[in-house]
């Protein structure tokens, strides 16, 4: 599986936006890009998906690089809500993997009031 | 629409009993549901897939025999930890995807917290 590479943990502040970047320099054709994020004791929820285009939706924006190595979660306006663990997955809808998603470490995002 | 709900939230259970975990799909047909472990501060890790129908293919490393899934149906999905121990204790969480390949994204339970005493 193509794997991502994402930073620890960030910080924000309430009311400013945040970008949560994610590398994923081996990522194939058939590989989307999928953003899902988790509160503390619940089960993950999903946030936004794309493959080459960038894609604006009620939660978040996502920007994809050119190349496709690389990938910015863009929250536009954090609120407390938002803090959570964020999960950049790599999903591929090739072959008899049933799209099945592979979690990383993801990024711990912390909003300040 | 596409919620996917778990039963039971929490369940405690002494060593060397079975626990079963249902995951259902409330208003969607599930074609895939994929069933998740994980262990406190760290990621989830991906135990099996489950299409309806068929035997369920594990990840390797997780024991087809102590963790029995069905799938009788598009919108159910069970989980059974047979002999349970300690060390299965764990925060297991599943998911259902709309479709059997396609780029929709899977739609996570709540999760169950096992605790075996």
């Known amino acids: 599986d193509a794997k991502t590479t994402q930073p620890n943990s ?9 970008h949560l970047p994610c590398n994923h320099s081996t990522i194939s054709g058939t590989d989307y890009i999928h953003w899902y994020r988790q509160l503390p004791s619940q089960g993950p ?34 609120t407390l809500r938002d803090a959570a663990v964020y999960y950049c997955i790599l999903r591929d809808v090739g072959g008899t993997s049933y799209g099945k998603l ?12 | ?7 039971p939230s929490r369940v405690i259970c002494k060593s060397g009993t079975s626990v079963k975990i249902e995951c259902r799909s409330l208003d ?16 989830l890790m991906l135990m099996a897939t489950s299409n309806e129908g068929s035997k369920a293919t594990y990840e390797q490393g997780v024991e087809k025999d102590k ?8 919108t159910l999905s069970t989980l059974t930890v047979t002999s349970a121990h300690p060390e299965d204790s764990s925060f ?13 994204e899977q739609y996570f339970g709540p999760g169950t917290r096992l605790t075996v005493t």
């Open chain 2, 67 to 74: 963790f029995l899934i069905n799938h009788a149906s598009l």
């Open chain 1, 45 to 78: 929820e999903y946030v936004i998906h794309g493959l080459t285009s960038n894609v604006n939706n009620r939660m978040a924006s996502l920007a994809i690089a050119e190349d496709r190595k690389s990938s910015t979660l863009i929250l536009h306006r954090a």
């Open chain 1, 10 to 18: 960030m910080e924000s502040n309430e009311e400013e936006p945040v």
């Open chain 2, 28 to 43: 969607f047909q599930a074609t895939t549901m994929f069933w998740y472990r994980q262990f406190p501060k760290q990621s």
């Open chain 2, 1 to 7: 629409g596409a919620v996917v709900s778990q039963h």
């Open chain 1, 102 to 113: 592979t979690f990383g470490q993801g990024t711990i995002l912390t909003v300040h009031p």
């Open chain 2, 92 to 104: 297991y969480i599943c998911s259902a995807s709309k479709r059997l390949v396609e780029t929709y």
